[in-house]
């Protein structure tokens, strides 16, 4: 799995019928970066489409699975889905830092 | 998923059984590219075929699902597919701009 | 999937049994160059080994397929293969240009 | 599969059902880094979210698993899990030399 | 699949139960190398781990299978591996040059 931020959506009226009502993200994978003793996520200029299983929104720091492993909830299961948004982040710590909290940004 | 545009097709004559009627399309990944204030999709350089399952042409900006999920529709299951076309986008939202508009290409 | 170049081939004696028998090819991903209004299919220097399933052979310019559906082909079925040829490519056209051609090779 | 150092962990109160009870680590995935005749395991730089199914903790150097066969533990068996740490490694011999002993760290 | 060279080995105490017994490998892929005329199987400087299913051993040549195909031989089957050595290589051709032989080495 990665970590990721939610950036915003994709809709797409023309598609594979097993997609309609899937919540489509554009997320974009985060990496920790150290700075002397600080450290903070960092973006990576990539970007990805997941789907939404867990009532997800814009700006949300989520945990995303992909390959088949994405197929594994309820909301994907039997569908072409290879990336799916398994859960919101509260809080990452690093060496016994706390890197990243919801509740603080 | 991610984001690609179709820029070609590719045709096979001899090929493996299961291909047969397969229509196969070159896309190119597009990322989110923040420049100022403004954003775009721009084009990443890299190549990649995907079989179409929508009906989707040369220019559309699609949605495209990889690996063991690429078999999970009508075209391409039991097929040895692991990339496939499964929407034609029509817009891409971040942080609160359209990005992108199908319509206003 | 991927469109690459057969540079050569790999002789293996003490292998996996189900290996028996494989044709296993040298191949080199190619990629969409674009140069001023001409294009080309140009090498990227990266090197994978495929087993060909449709009697392919050096130079020709293959349709290549990685991961879990590389074993749904007759040839590659429950075998330890995680890419395989599955098609000779006769024409890529990119935005209507007849990019490769392998008639004018 | 590869080696990295377990660097943290994650916690997701809002997730899928099928991950409660999880534990989530942040790993980094290590190289062996050859600098004269001395050898050593080197950072990568790059992050990624492993679920632990064997009692690692941070700071220990593990054997991680990733895509479907992440699902074969007894942990991550039908989960959408795609990242699995299957063992603490002890040493590392690279040409004849220890490159890591977790003793020795 | 691809060419990698064994560099050492990994031992793990600790473990998921079903590794137990299986042989683990430090491997470097390698990738063909031009130079003028002349040809040769270079180092990338990447590392992975493999399960060895042949009798490999260091500085042996070999061919690797990654993803679920690693599962498909008889001492990985039903276990959390992703990459195993599945054959010794004997010979590389490279447009009709020997660019590697086990017995030259």
Request: glycine share 0%; hydrophobic share 40%; charged share 15%.
């Given at each position: 799995m990665f970590i990721a931020r939610i950036k915003g959506n994709v809709v797409t009226t023309?598609?594979?019928?097993?997609?309609?009502g899937r919540k489509l993200m554009i997320i974009e994978p985060l990496v920790v970066k150290e700075e002397g003793k600080g450290r903070s996520m960092a973006p990576t200029g990539r970007c990805m489409v997941a789907v939404d299983s867990i009532g997800a929104g814009t700006d949300d720091v989520v945990l995303v699975t992909q390959g088949?492993?994405?197929?594994?909830t309820e909301q994907t299961s039997e569908t072409p889905v290879d990336c799916v948004v398994i859960g919101i982040i509260d809080t990452i710590t690093v060496h016994g830092d706390q890197t990243y909290s919801k509740n603080k940004e």
């Open positions: 023309q598609k594979v019928q097993a997609m309609t088949s492993s994405a197929r594994m």
